[in-house]
């Protein structure tokens, strides 16, 4: 097994969710949601909820 030189794994990398602007980790994520081809992820049920309604509110072209 390789030792990474600080002693730690790579971090996963984190993900904005689009409502309450929480950094989210895709595995951890409570909700998740697709939306013009791409994949959103929230820190609650409530956020994917407020974002399906309004998926055009929350992203910018
Ligand atoms: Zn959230």
Redesign the pocket.
């Known amino acids: 097994m390789r030792i990474w030189p600080f002693g730690k794994k790579p971090q996963e990398q984190k993900v904005i969710?689009p409502?309450?602007?929480?950094e989210?980790s895709p595995s951890a994520a409570a909700a998740r949601s697709d939306y013009r081809g791409k994949t959103y992820y929230?820190?609650?049920t409530?956020?994917k909820q407020s974002f399906d309604k309004e998926p055009q509110k929350y992203v910018t072209a």
């Open positions: 969710d409502v309450c602007k929480m989210v929230f820190c609650a409530g956020c």
